[in-house]
């Protein structure tokens, strides 16, 4: 599935978050300026989701 949301403006047009989320809970946010990769987000053994992108 792909989610897209507007999160704010640039000087050359719209800011858009896009979201890519498959149905095992992996998930990557992606922001349109510069294709930067804001998220990874995995679940672990546990289930519980994490961020595996450092900041």
Not at 10 to 15: I, N, P, Q, R, W
Not at 20 to 32: A, H, M, P, R
Request: hydrophobic share 45%.
């Amino acid at each position: 599935m792909m989610v897209t949301k507007k999160i704010g403006e640039h000087a050359d047009g719209e800011l858009i978050k896009i979201s890519l989320i498959n149905s095992s809970g992996f998930k990557v946010d992606i922001i349109n300026y510069g294709a930067i990769i804001q998220g990874i987000f995995m679940p672990d053994a546990s289930g519980n989701i994490e961020n595996l992108v450092l900041s």
